[in-house]
């Protein structure tokens, strides 16, 4: 019998949670069911989330979970044309069928579901993007033009957090639409995710003492995201996250990290979002999301 | 006698990609090994770093190249950085002000300037000193209104910053 896990039918960061406490409800080793028929639409964030927690379970010598494909036609060609199909076949077994679909260099895919593993994968992403990004940031966005070095600076520090302290690989993705509910404008997003140690275990060696008895999964985030630490002691670390706050910081963008059962967000203006959450259903690994929105009078 | 060395091509020699941007800290750790073996071949006491034809710069990469080649600076070279956009510079002078560093930068005109954390005292007297081309403390102090005492620290500071350098008794920026 197969544990039941459903793919919301919007597959965002907020819902992002439902899929999470699904996921966490039994062992990595259960044998499970991603049931992703009745999805409507996934951010580049819910896509990489399904493949990373594939990725656990397959880490944890579990079972390749089964993977239902949506049933709606549109839907399993925007999942397609994203990438994210030719890479959960090797991380689940897919019933139904999956469109063939040629990758659409004016699409809205920036980048499509990408695995990063090494220094190499980052060149490739980083100079991937920079052919596109111009075109999004400047053309729909309405930011400077040279907004777009920063954006592929931001997308290459995201990346390294994986080289360095995941542990494991993990995957990247890019994408552009319109942030309806929260705000009214286009936005561009970048999701990254691995299944690796999470900020906690990469940061325990360092700072659970100097946190005692708050230690855990919020205060690694709190550690890592406000004060810039890092688990290694050269003094040039921690860097990449102060640049990519500084980047944000420049065009009111959004960045949120999860990471085991806690969620940091450094919230712009336009957002509600709580700045720390802590006891959430438990998720390998971490997920970052950058969030760039649209100037104000542009791409509404 | 200046040496010139081009990032870019060390870049390709040192990391297999078909882009030309400065990315990660392998890359960083690689292409600054190739900087040092280039410096400790080259001649003379001024090596430029000509960015020219980079790409990206990132600030992991910009760390392991920079800011580790002035805070273990090789041997009696003066880098001078050259050739950087205006994004380029900007992820520089992150890492230098992270690290509480300076570093010169050509600029259009010909000399140099100094670009991160620099005190107004510092900044003062390095484009004084250039304006003079060479000077003794006496000659320097003078010029700008200082004790001797005061403008000696100064230019001291600016010798173990190694922005400035000292040929007995005469104080020079590097690029005079």
């Known amino acids: ?176 639409y319109t942030f309806r509910k929260r705000l009214g404008r286009r936005v561009v997003v970048i999701a990254v995710s691995d299944a690796g140690v999470g900020f906690r275990r990469s940061l325990d060696a360092t700072q659970a003492r100097r946190f005692g008895e708050r230690w855990g999964d919020g205060a690694a985030l709190e550690a890592a995201v406000i004060q810039n630490v890092s688990r290694f002691r050269d003094p040039g670390r921690g860097q990449g996250i102060a640049g990519i706050k500084r980047y944000l910081s420049r065009w009111a963008g959004k960045l949120s990290i999860r990471s085991g059962t806690a969620r940091i967000a450094i919230v712009p203006p336009w957002d509600d979002d709580e700045p720390m959450t802590e006891h959430l259903a438990p998720f390998p690994g971490a997920q970052v999301q950058i969030v760039i929105p649209a100037q104000e009078g542009h791409g509404g | 006698m200046r040496q010139t060395i081009r990032v870019e091509r060390l870049l390709r020699e040192s990391v297999e990609t078909q882009y030309s941007d400065l990315v990660t800290r392998s890359t960083g750790r690689l292409v600054r090994t190739s900087i040092q073996q280039a410096l400790a071949a080259g001649e003379g006491p001024v090596a430029l770093l000509d960015f020219s034809d980079v790409g990206l710069v990132d600030l992991s990469c910009a760390d392991e190249i920079i800011a580790k080649l002035l805070l273990d600076p090789p041997g009696q070279t003066y880098l001078i950085l050259q050739g950087l956009r205006e994004e380029q510079l900007e992820a520089i002078e992150h890492v230098l002000e992270h690290h509480d560093l300076a570093a010169l930068v050509c600029d259009p005109a010909g000399g140099a300037r100094p670009v991160g954390r620099l005190s107004p005292d510092l900044r003062t007297a390095f484009f004084t000193l250039q304006s003079l081309g060479a000077a003794t403390v006496q000659v320097f102090g003078e010029q700008v209104g200082w004790t001797a005492a005061r403008a000696a620290e100064v230019l001291d500071t600016l010798v173990r910053m190694r922005l400035v350098r000292f040929e007995g008794p005469h104080y020079l920026a590097p690029l005079t």
């Not at chain 1, 989330?49 to 993977?67: D, K, M, S, W």
């Not at chain 1, 695995?115 to 075109?135: L, Y």
């Open chain 1, 1 to 176: 019998m197969s544990r039941v896990v459903e793919v919301p039918t919007w597959f965002d960061d907020r819902s992002f949670e439902q899929f999470a406490h699904s996921f966490s409800q039994g062992a990595l080793t259960d044998r499970m069911l991603f049931d992703a028929r009745a999805a409507q639409w996934a951010s580049p964030f819910g896509l990489i989330a399904i493949l990373t927690a594939a990725q656990a379970v397959r880490e944890a010598g579990g079972p390749a979970p089964v993977f239902t494909v949506p049933t709606a036609e549109d839907v399993r060609r925007y999942w397609a044309k994203a990438g994210f199909f030719q890479h959960a076949a090797g991380l689940v077994e897919v019933h139904g069928r999956v469109p063939r679909i040629k990758p659409d260099e004016h699409s809205d895919v920036l980048l499509d579901v990408t695995p990063v593993r090494a220094s190499e994968d980052v060149h490739a992403v980083v100079g991937k993007i920079q052919q596109v990004a111009a075109r999004i940031l400047h053309g729909e966005l309405g930011l400077e033009a040279k907004a777009t070095m920063g954006f592929a600076m931001a997308l290459s520090e995201a990346c390294q957090n994986i080289v360095e302290h995941a542990g494991t690989s993990g995957w990247v993705a890019v994408h552009a």
